[in-house]
């Protein structure tokens, strides 16, 4: 196995760049499909001072890349796609079977969603 494989509390708090280097923000929280246990999404928290006036992003996880040497998260968007993405406030998280907004979203990153079917190989 090559895949890079870390724990929920060594991305939670790890800072995001866009490919230029730009800070975007920092991982908050990783939010897991518990029928198949696959990472869906990670929230992404930008703007604000001192966490305050935060704005909240569902990122799905396939829009991220890692990179290893600088141990970055990776976002391929500017701050300006960024700021105009659907976004959410601490208080009020996304509805998880709003199909809309999730279709959505992977459209507004670029990326595919990983098929549903849950995939489990048994030992």
């Given at each position: 196995?090559?895949?890079?494989?870390l724990s929920?509390?060594?991305?939670?708090?790890?800072?995001?760049?866009n490919?230029?280097?730009?800070?975007?923000?920092?991982?908050k929280?990783?939010?897991?499909?518990?029928e198949?246990?696959r990472?869906?999404?990670?929230?992404?928290?930008?703007?604000?001072?001192?966490?305050?006036?935060?704005k909240?992003f569902?990122?799905?996880?396939?829009?991220?890349?890692?990179n290893?040497?600088t141990e970055?998260?990776?976002?391929?968007?500017?701050?300006d796609r960024l700021?105009?993405?659907?976004?959410?406030d601490?208080?009020?998280?996304p509805?998880?079977?709003d199909?809309?907004y999730?279709?959505n979203?992977?459209?507004h990153y670029?990326?595919e969603?990983?098929?549903?079917?849950?995939?489990?190989q048994?030992a």
């Amino acid at each position: 196995m090559n895949n890079l494989i870390l724990s929920s509390t060594s991305i939670t708090g790890t800072n995001v760049t866009n490919q230029k280097g730009e800070n975007l923000g920092e991982i908050k929280d990783l939010m897991i499909d518990t029928e198949s246990g696959r990472v869906n999404y990670a929230v992404l928290s930008f703007g604000g001072f001192l966490g305050l006036g935060d704005k909240y992003f569902a990122i799905p996880f396939e829009a991220f890349s890692v990179n290893t040497t600088t141990e970055k998260f990776v976002l391929n968007v500017s701050k300006d796609r960024l700021e105009n993405a659907p976004g959410f406030d601490k208080d009020n998280w996304p509805k998880t079977n709003d199909h809309t907004y999730w279709n959505n979203l992977y459209t507004h990153y670029g990326v595919e969603r990983r098929s549903t079917q849950t995939q489990r190989q048994s030992a």
